[in-house]
T-cell receptor, first 115, second 112 residues
């Protein structure tokens, strides 16, 4: 079990550029979550996938943000026309199927800096 | 939605001391987790504890679901325990798909 992985670990971009992040969940985990964490705050939920279906989106997920999980395995989070306010740590988590245990396991995060 | 409040916000300890971190939540929950965030930002799972008591080495946690709080105990603290501790909960009502609501964390500093 290799844990949740995220790529890249760091991204520096200029305002107005598009960026894409990737998350690979723990194998056999069918549930995948994206969160965003700004300095001094706890993570905030962005969106949730069960298999390939995107089942929930937070109000934080503006129309510049899009997430996909095309084959129910890895997921991508794209931010279009980045703004300085998008600078944050983007965290991905996964959890196993079933009702009895939905413990979430987090990846190392992608730290985005928008100049 | 559910509110998750942690206390204290900051805690400074001498190495070897014990501490208790508290997490209050405003609704019944079906998931409650404690995490330690290391200096690189990685969230390390400490406990999955929607109810009851668990222990793992020098750490233990208790959740009293009926009274809507959870406690994290750290005994014989070490400098490596420093960091931010988060409590996160998922409410036990329909319409939500399991996303965790995090508190603002307790920043722990253990001095040698």
């Amino acid at each position: 079990d290799t844990g949740v992985s995220q790529d890249p670990r760091h991204k520096i971009t200029k305002r107005g550029q598009n960026v894409t992040f990737r998350c690979d969940p723990i194998s056999e985990h069918n549930r995948l979550y994206w969160y965003r964490q700004t300095l001094g705050q706890g993570p905030e939920f962005l969106t949730y996938f069960q298999n390939e279906a995107q089942l929930e989106k937070s109000r934080l997920l503006s129309d510049r943000f899009s997430a996909e999980r095309p084959k129910g395995s890895f997921s991508t989070l794209e931010i279009q026309r980045t703004e300085q306010g998008d600078s944050a740590m983007y965290l991905c988590a996964s959890s196993p199927p079933g009702q009895g245990n939905n413990e979430q396991f987090f990846g190392p995060g992608t730290r985005l800096t928008v100049l | 939605g559910i509110q998750v409040e942690q206390s204290p916000p900051d805690l400074i300890l001498q190495e070897g001391a014990n501490s208790t971190l508290r997490c209050n939540f405003s609704d019944s929950v079906n998931n409650l987790q404690w995490f330690h965030q290391n200096p690189w930002g990685q969230l390390i799972n400490l406990f999955y504890i929607p109810s009851g008591t668990k222990q793992n080495g020098r750490l233990s946690a208790t959740t009293v679901a009926t009274e809507r709080y959870s406690l994290l105990y750290i005994s014989s603290s070490q400098t490596t325990d420093s960091g931010v501790y988060f409590c996160a909960a998922h409410p036990n009502y329909g319409g939500s798909q399991g996303n965790l609501i995090f508190g603002k964390g307790t920043k722990l500093s253990v001095k040698p």
